[in-house]
């Protein structure tokens, strides 16, 4: 897989809503997975979409480990890519994909084992406040 200044791939990065905060830049589409963002959370970004919002009453979102089934996440992804190419939405640089914590995991478990979209995304850790970054 590539790595390093020469990967060509669409950053992806998948963000608890705390890590969010503040993060916004605008030239990252932010997709919120399983959440309804506050005005304050969808500020910012150059694009939001929101994407698998629990149903009244259901106990969690479609997002966990439990219920991803068929590469759901993949597709909207790979449809994602497919619309930046044809020039019918954001032209975006980074991916952010927002979730709860909970289900930060699963879902990066479920990015790495999809080819596809390792073909197309290069998945980034997180931001962390004690980076060894300089």
């Keep these: 897989m590539r ?12 963000l608890s809503t705390a890590e969010a905060r503040g993060h916004a830049q605008t030239d990252i589409l932010a997709v919120f997975l399983g959440v309804e963002p506050s005005e304050a959370d969808a500020a910012g970004w150059g694009d939001v979409r929101i994407w698998g919002v629990p149903e009244a009453g259901s106990d969690h979102g479609s997002l966990c480990v439990c219920c991803q089934t068929g590469g759901q996440l993949g597709r909207l992804l790979i449809g ?8 019918v939405c954001f ?8 979730c709860l914590s909970q289900d930060k995991s699963g879902l990066i478990q479920s990015l790495q084992a999809d080819p596809l979209v390792s073909s197309l995304y290069a998945l980034k850790p997180a931001p962390s406040r004690f980076s060894c970054d300089y």
């Design 3 to 14: 790595k390093g200044p020469t990967d060509q791939r669409i950053r992806l990065q998948v």
């Design 80 to 87: 994602l890519m497919q619309e930046r190419a044809r020039g």
């Design 91 to 98: 032209f975006f640089k980074q991916i952010d994909l927002i």
